[in-house]
T-cell receptor, first 113, second 111 residues
Framework: NAGVTQTPKFQVLKTGQSMTLQCAQD?????MSWYRQDPGMGLRLIHY???????DQGEVPNGYNVSRSTTEDFPLRLLSAAPSQTSVYFC????????????FGEGSWLTVV | DQQVKQNSPSLSVQEGRISILNCDYT??????FLWYKKYPAEGPTFLIS?????DKNEDGRFTVFLNKSAKHLSLHIVPSQPGDSAVYFC??????????FGQGTELSVKP
């Protein structure tokens, strides 16, 4: 019963480096999304996907890239890391958009120095 | 442009007393609201929700009240327990169907 799995849990990057945060779910959910949590800002939507092959931007998409080649996986790519991307990242999935059956991963702590 | 706002970053309550967490929203078209609870080093988990056709929804110790005219909702926890200490987020779906969150309120319940 894995639910939503995020890796890595912790990562330190240097400015300008690129990396990918992995997200996988085993619930056959169509809807997946990425949020970042910053002090005083709550959770802000970065990108989301309504199904394999379909992605769209959220509130704060700049500096991030996503793809959805399978139903299970929704990786988040940081193209050229900046200190402003230091944050906690959460992946979420649900059967569809709307409703309350949204499951979050445990988070990935990213520090950009 | 924060469409869902939680203006109190923190709240401290004595065990056994009532905790009241507040949330305001700006768009009168929002019609479904959710509360999430988040412990440190864990992802948010769903707590309770309310549709705009209701003004109250209750689940055990948790009750959410919705005042549509004031664009305000509140979460009441009675009685509060130390295990309720967490960050609470209110959220709603915007007109694009995206789930947007408030800033969060950190609740501390003291024994």
């Amino acid at each position: 019963n894995a639910g939503v799995t995020q890796t890595p849990k912790f990562q330190v990057l240097k400015t300008g480096q690129s990396m990918t945060l992995q997200c996988a779910q085993d619930m056959n959910h169509e809807y997946m999304s990425w949020y970042r949590q910053d002090p005083g800002m709550g959770l802000r939507l970065i990108h989301y996907s309504v199904g394999a092959g379909i992605t769209d931007q959220g509130e704060v998409p700049n500096g991030y890239n996503v793809s959805r080649s399978t139903t299970e996986d929704f990786p988040l790519r940081l193209l050229s890391a900046a200190p402003s991307q230091t944050s906690v990242y959460f992946c979420a999935s649900s059967y569809s958009s709307g409703g309350n059956t949204i499951y979050f991963g445990e988070g990935s702590w990213l520090t950009v120095v | 442009d924060q469409q869902v706002k939680q203006n109190s970053p923190s709240l401290s309550v004595q065990e056994g007393r009532i905790s009241i967490l507040n949330c305001d929203y700006t768009n009168s078209m929002f019609d479904y609201f959710l509360w999430y609870k988040k412990y440190p080093a864990e992802g948010p988990t769903f707590l309770i929700s309310i549709s705009s056709i209701k003004d109250k929804n209750e689940d055990g110790r948790f009750t959410v009240f919705l005042n549509k005219s004031a664009k305000h909702l509140s979460l009441h926890i009675v009685p509060s327990q130390p295990g309720d200490s967490a960050v609470y987020f209110c959220a709603s779906y915007n007109q694009g169907g995206k789930l947007i969150f408030g800033q969060g309120t950190e609740l501390s319940v003291k024994p």
